[in-house]
């Protein structure tokens, strides 16, 4: 029903950026958040940043100020730019929608297939 496509993880040197995308596409009526989440080896799954529909925008503390997330609602697609990137930054990187698909009256999360992030020290 809902397809989240993500690139642009790759292995990259401390201090240095990437950019992440993810496109949605689908039988979506409407879609309300769309953000990242990522999962290091031997943690939880934790909020990377997250952008409502209204343009309200939510970063975790760790990536303020150092990752930018934009989202282009003609292209159902969410970004996320990493700046300054940390080892500690390392993790499969996870886009999330907030999807309410044509034909239905309430919204579910859908997730993309996970980009690995790695940044050497």
């Known amino acids: 029903q809902v397809q989240l496509v993500e690139s642009g993880g790759d292995l990259v040197q401390a201090g240095g950026s990437l950019r992440l995308s993810c496109a949605a596409s689908g039988s979506m009526f409407s879609i309300n958040a769309m953000g990242w989440y990522r999962q290091a080896p031997g943690k939880q799954r934790e909020l990377v940043a997250v952008?409502?529909?209204?343009?309200?925008?939510n970063y975790a503390d760790s990536v303020k100020g150092r990752f930018t997330i934009s989202r282009d609602n003609a292209k159902n697609t969410v970004y996320l730019q990493m700046d300054s990137l940390k080892p500690e930054d390392t993790a499969v990187y996870y886009c999330y929608a907030h999807v309410r698909i044509i034909g239905s009256t309430g919204f579910r999360v859908y997730w993309g297939q996970g980009t690995q992030v790695t940044v050497s020290s």
């Open positions: 952008v409502i529909s209204d343009g309200k925008i």
